[in-house]
């Protein structure tokens, strides 16, 4: 692993920081997953696209800069360092844009990354459903041929972002008759406010709707919207999921930011006296070291032609974990009322709450890690 910092990457940090102090908001945006704030947080995507921020390492025709892994995360160091606002096109840019680029067509790529990186359109990710979370390939939502297009019809839940979002992407059911659960299935984009598309909001432990519940009643989505071969949905999802449990949804700029927010609420409201309070704080900082150390290690392998593959199921379990503990600290320093105030710490608990449940939940995370990792015999299911 080489740590060297170039010359050019030196210079696109510096060109970074400076129009983060510019443009940063000095009051933080409105929560997100609230109407007001998820307009305010869109406004700020667009604001990210116009000097090309908003998605950095895109190739220049989609409206990013054609940065490497590397220079990625220097971006993402300096975007959390800044203070600036959570990203509302997160579904969008870390996750489907990564699978159009791998899987889609040219005229696809060209229809579907412009808006979505301008904040123009937001999208939602529906896989979860009822009786099918982790273990996504039982799901039942089907889509059936039709002419021109498919006819979706099922439903999805934690839906993310689908309360106030444009668009989402799924798996469907396309070949009931398959031989296993997770051949038959087909990848879709379709539009949250098509025909036959019931959203419900469901709210979280704060009441916000982050999440929500997507009914579909016949919903048409034209043949131009499939990503990929009709009965190929199954692998890939699988590259979404890759990039949903790896380094892409978590950055280590993210917990470094917030490592240092702890260390500074230590220093103003600790109790130099609570030496195993102290310790957590020192675990924190430690934590965001060690993640971000491996996360540039898996980058070089990356970037030397490798692939993350099943060690991004070690990141997902140690961020996920990692963000409870953070944000548990920073509530106990903060006294026993700290979970009902609004502010920089009680939401991002409450949303690292879910950390271990979503993107596949850390129970299966650990079967990948002791199967494919470890090689260990499969348990039973």
Do not use: C
């Not at 908003?54 to 220079?71: F, K, L, M, Q």
């Not at 971006?75 to 959570?86: K, L, M, N, T």
């Not at 040219?106 to 459903?129: D, F, K, T, Y």
């Amino acid at each position: 692993m080489d740590l060297t910092q170039t010359a050019e990457v030196a210079a696109f940090r510096a060109e970074a920081r400076a129009w983060l102090a510019d443009h940063v908001p000095a009051s933080p945006l409105p929560s997100l997953e609230t109407a007001e704030g998820f307009a305010a947080h869109r406004e700020w995507e667009g604001m990210l696209h116009a000097d090309r921020w908003s998605a950095v390492s895109w190739p220049e025709e989609y409206g990013g800069r054609g940065a490497d892994i590397v220079t990625w995360l220097v971006f993402e160091e300096e975007y959390w360092a800044a203070g600036a606002p959570g990203r509302v096109s997160q579904n969008g840019i870390s996750l489907l844009a990564p699978t159009l680029f791998d899987h889609a067509s040219q005229e696809q790529r060209a229809r579907v990354l412009p808006p979505m990186a301008s904040g123009e359109v937001i999208w939602a990710q529906a896989w979860s459903e009822p009786e099918s979370g982790s273990d996504l390939a039982s799901l039942t939502s089907r889509a059936v041929r039709t002419g021109g297009g498919w006819l979706l019809s099922g439903q999805k839940t934690w839906s993310s972002r689908a309360a106030f979002a444009d668009r989402a992407f799924g798996i469907f059911r396309t070949d009931p008759d398959a031989p296993k659960p997770h051949q038959g299935l087909t990848y879709l984009m379709f539009d949250l406010r098509a025909p036959g598309v019931t959203v419900r909001p469901v709210g979280r432990l704060d009441g916000k709707p982050a999440f929500a519940e997507l009914f579909l009643d016949e919903v048409f989505v034209p043949d131009e919207d499939v990503i990929g071969e009709p009965g190929q949905g199954w692998r890939i999802a699988m590259s979404t999921t890759g990039n949903e449990r790896g380094l892409t949804l978590r950055s280590p700029g993210r917990f470094l930011a917030a490592a240092d927010r702890l260390v500074a609420l230590w220093q103003a409201a600790g109790d130099r006296s609570d030496t195993a309070l102290r310790d957590r704080v020192a675990d924190a900082v430690v934590g965001a070291r060690a993640y971000e150390l491996f996360t540039w290690a898996g980058a070089s392998r990356f970037a030397a032609g490798g692939s993350i593959g099943a060690e991004s199921s070690l990141n997902k379990v140690f961020w996920s974990q990692y963000d409870i503990a953070l944000h548990e600290t920073a509530l106990d320093l903060l006294g026993a009322d700290a979970e009902l105030a609004e502010g920089a710490w009680a939401e991002p608990w409450v949303f690292s709450l879910a950390g271990p449940i979503y993107a596949g939940t850390n129970e299966i995370q650990r079967d990948i890690i002791a199967e494919r990792l470890l090689g260990l015999p499969k348990g039973r299911r």
